[in-house]
């Protein structure tokens, strides 16, 4: 790890990795430190594509999330090009149900494709919801990929192009001036021509960067095998504090808690519980699916709950990290912003607007 274009990317998660086989596609030389998580942040994600359904208001925020999903089809295409795997990107839209004594609000932009339906429409766009939804809104642009087959992908092509991973976790990141010098890791010290910190909610102890975990819990069921029909669910369901992603072969994802619990590791009673509950009500027939799995993950948020992007006080060192509720979203624009401005010096008019410098006075 010595030679003049060496970038070494500190993470191997969906943002790592994304990066790491931009930059290797485009001819660089790249080696990912993966310290092998048992709970990586790709587990708290349902790998939803939703830029509308999650109400992102008018900001450059928006504009990267909504260029994000209009690559996203093409980059999976060159993903499964490469591996020979599938990612279980399905453009399934996504319908966000309006219960009784929540307020109809309109979508922040009217430039964007929606659809308000009834009571009547909405249940014809998704059968089976609960008798507390009085209308939906409905986004046919907003998709969704299964985040597991997604990772294992990327770290399929990462084989397939030989980009070296190396097993460890960082430790301390040495720095001189406004260099860095290499990165102290259990796998011994690193070093490269440039760096990249791509470590989610743990970046905050390689470098004072404000980003911390959030906590989610989830659980999966499935479709009852003798209830004739592979996924009666068509279409993902995005409710208040809850969401229900089906997936093509008949599990059926439920997430999302978001707590402020550091690291603690485990599911609760309580969690589950309101997921349950939020589901049930969205999506009665629920109730009788059997349950196949629990698990949690951590996001890594930041006080602005947006990305932190580009370039740092270190000249050669680049930031990636703080996506939150959006890095499996927002994987294929970092990964083209990044090496453009790694590779070509080119910044994109978006980048500025998630500099790490916006937090130096708060």
């Not at 307020?103 to 014809?124: C, F, I, K, T, Y």
Request: aromatic share 8%.
């Amino acid at each position: 790890m010595n030679s003049s274009e060496d970038i070494l990317i500190i993470g191997g998660g969906i943002i790592g990795l994304s990066l790491a086989v931009e930059l290797k596609l485009r001819g660089a030389s790249v080696a990912v430190l993966t310290a092998d998580s048992p709970q990586p942040t790709a587990r708290a994600a349902a790998g939803m594509l939703a830029p509308q359904a999650e109400r992102i208001p008018p900001s450059p925020m928006l504009d990267l999330c909504l260029q994000s999903r209009s690559l996203y089809a093409a980059w999976v295409e060159r993903l499964e090009e490469i591996t020979g795997l599938k990612t279980g990107y399905w453009r399934s839209g996504i319908l966000a149900p309006v219960c009784q004594n929540q307020p109809q609000e309109q979508p922040h932009l009217s430039n964007l494709n929606s659809q308000w339906l009834d009571a009547d429409a909405v249940r014809q766009q998704q059968l089976g919801l609960g008798e507390e939804v009085i209308g939906g809104w409905w986004y046919p642009d907003d998709a969704q990929v299964d985040n597991r087959a997604l990772f294992r992908t990327l770290q399929a092509a990462t084989k397939e192009l030989q980009i070296e991973i190396i097993q460890g976790s960082a430790g301390q990141i040495i720095r001189q001036g406004n260099r860095v010098f290499g990165v102290e890791t259990t796998a011994g010290k690193l070093q490269a021509d440039s760096y990249v910190l791509a470590s989610g909610p743990w970046s905050e102890q390689l470098l004072d960067v404000p980003v911390f975990p959030r906590k989610g819990q989830m659980l999966s069921v499935c479709v009852p095998e003798d209830s004739g029909v592979t996924q009666p669910l068509q279409t993902v369901l995005f409710g208040t504090g809850i969401y229900i992603v089906p997936r093509q072969d008949g599990r059926i994802i439920i997430g999302a808690t978001s707590e402020n619990v550091d690291f603690t590791p485990g599911n609760t009673p309580a969690g589950i519980q309101s997921l349950l509950a939020g589901a049930i009500e969205l999506y009665p027939e629920l109730q009788n699916y059997p349950i196949l799995e629990f698990w949690w993950g951590f996001r890594p948020a930041t006080p602005d709950e947006l990305p932190i992007l580009g370039a740092s006080v270190w000249e050669n060192l680049t930031l990636a990290t703080g996506h939150y509720r959006n890095g499996i979203l927002l994987a294929p624009v970092t990964a083209k912003l990044l090496a453009d401005l790694m590779l070509q010096q080119k910044l994109d008019p978006l980048l500025p607007a998630f500099n790490y410098s916006r937090f130096a006075f708060s």
